[in-house]
């Protein structure tokens, strides 16, 4: 990873741009390989690896889990908890105001 922001903060910021999506995933990677429950033999089977991020980014790319997918499933999650939250306001107001 530290490679990777190495080589990303020496391009011109278009290109950064660019490489948004892309780091934004390596760094989910990252962290997520952090706190990981892989045993000493998938570790070192990884870092047997020439570029262990780089294979697991592409794989994960060709699985059909979708970040928008999982982003546009969070925004219905929020939303929804927003308008329980309301009705149960609206609820509390009009028991309030029946008494």
């Not at 011109?12 to 741009?17: G, H, K, S, T, V």
């Not at 892989?38 to 089977?45: H, I, K, S």
């Given at each position: 990873?530290?490679?990777y922001e190495e080589k990303l903060i020496a391009m011109?910021?278009?290109?950064?741009?660019e490489e948004?999506?892309?780091y934004t995933i390596y760094r989910e990677i990252s962290c997520l390989m952090e706190e990981s429950d892989?045993?000493?033999?998938?570790?070192?089977?990884l870092l047997k690896s020439e570029n262990p991020m780089a294979e697991i980014y592409?794989?994960?790319l060709d699985t059909e889990i979708s970040f928008s997918e999982e982003v546009?499933?969070?925004?219905?999650?929020e939303a929804t908890a927003i308008i329980h939250a309301e009705m149960l306001l609206h609820r509390k107001r009009d028991e309030r105001d029946a008494r």
């Open positions: 990873m530290k490679q011109p910021p278009e290109r950064i741009l948004a999506y892309h892989l045993n000493a033999r998938q570790l070192r089977a592409a794989r994960w546009r499933s969070v925004i219905r999650m």
